[in-house]
């Protein structure tokens, strides 16, 4: 059963096509993977499937709803979160902040409530507080939760991000270029928790340009380039396919 999919989808930009009709579909508690060189259209495709940006055509369709033109945080409330490929953290907050944050969208008292600190409001806070300490633990920054978010490791922030995304209680989880900057022991880590994250049900979507990662991690993948899907299947498939070992990684099938 697929969680998500794309159909046709078409993307310009002026009078260059980034994304040319575009299909596949993302099976339900899979790892899914989105691979291609530099410039291939894959974060204008996560822009598309978390209303970022508008499809000319086509249709991104979740767990069975049409959300094509949908707002972004419509579409976190549904049940889909994402990372960035550059990190996007509210720098000068406390870790616990930043989880916190995203744990917003699953707030249900109102402003009065919260303004005169009626028992919904402080159940709802105590709650949402447990949730973002369970987050911090599931990622391993749970000590540096009074730290400021600038304060953190590159590697660190990127979990932070992670962790922030998770607290929105996804079922997609989309990550963009999570490995970026992180060295091989962090590398290998996040392949765990990535893991992790798939055992709790929810389903991962990831852009990587760590080839071992993908291939350790992803169960299938679809790979664009200019715009266009040029091939999918799972990782040893695709490895041997003629047009991704051309236009992905020059001509040496070895480097994956």
Known sequence: MSLLKLDGVVKTFGGLTAVDEVSF?????????????????????????????????????????????????????????????????????????????????????????????????????????????????????????????????????????????????????????PAGGMNEQETAALVELIFQIQQRGITVLLIEHDMSLVMKACEYLVVIEYGKKIAEGTPDVVKKDPKVIEAYLGSDEDDF
């Open 25 to 177: 579909e993302v099976p339900k508690g899979s790892i899914f993977g989105l691979i291609g060189p530099n410039g291939a259209g894959k974060t204008t495709v996560f822009n598309l499937i978390t209303g970022n940006y508008k499809p000319d055509r086509g249709a991104v369709v979740f767990n069975g709803e049409n959300i094509t033109g949908r707002i972004t945080h419509k579409i976190v409330e549904l049940g889909v979160a994402r990372t960035f490929q550059t990190i996007r953290l509210f720098q000068e907050m406390s870790v616990l902040e930043n989880v916190l944050a995203g744990c917003h969208c699953r707030m249900t008292s109102g402003p009065i409530s919260a303004m005169f600190r009626l028992p919904k409001a402080r159940r709802e806070e105590r709650k949402t507080l447990g949730k973002a300490l369970a987050e911090l633990r599931f990622t391993g920054l749970e000590a540096q939760a009074e730290n400021l978010a600038k304060n953190l490791s590159y590697g660190n922030q990127r979990l932070l991000e992670i962790a922030r995304a998770l607290a929105t209680d996804p079922q997609l989880l989309i990550l963009d270029e």
